[in-house]
């Protein structure tokens, strides 16, 4: 069985920064693609950052470049998604998935595996 858990998310102040996790679970993940995505009420899900887990080669949303990081740690089997210079527009559920298709893909529709999404809110 597949696992997803994201933590890490809560109520930061304009400019701040918070760090997501997403534990995985129940497979070995090195051949996946880890992405994240969010979604803010109303709006459709949008591709927020993806990596490798096996690699370093990254992609990252232009509303995102710069100011977030997405990392793994092996030992843990974790991907991380460092936040910094939050903005109010950066409010939404943010979700970790992981997908098989041999390269990195900004369409959500290509991840398999999904965890349940943990909230951030970012106040002016």
């Known amino acids: 069985q597949v696992q997803l858990v994201e933590s890490g998310g809560g109520l930061v102040q304009a400019g701040g920064s918070l760090r997501l996790s997403c534990a995985a679970s129940?497979?070995?993940?090195?051949?996946?693609?880890m992405g994240w995505f969010r979604q803010a009420p109303g709006k459709e899900r949008e591709f927020v950052a993806a990596m490798w887990w096996s690699g370093d080669s990254t992609s990252y949303a232009d509303s995102v470049k710069g100011r977030f990081t997405i990392s793994r740690r092996n030992s843990k089997n974790t991907v991380y998604l460092q936040m910094n210079s939050l903005k109010p527009e950066d409010t939404a559920l943010y979700y970790c998935?992981?997908?098989?298709?041999?390269?990195?893909?900004?369409?959500?529709?290509?991840?398999?595996?999904w965890g349940q999404g943990t909230q951030v809110t970012v106040s002016s």
């Open positions: 129940g497979r070995t993940f090195s051949s996946y693609v």
């Open positions: 998935a992981a997908s098989k298709v041999p390269v990195i893909t900004t369409t959500p529709s290509r991840y398999e595996y």
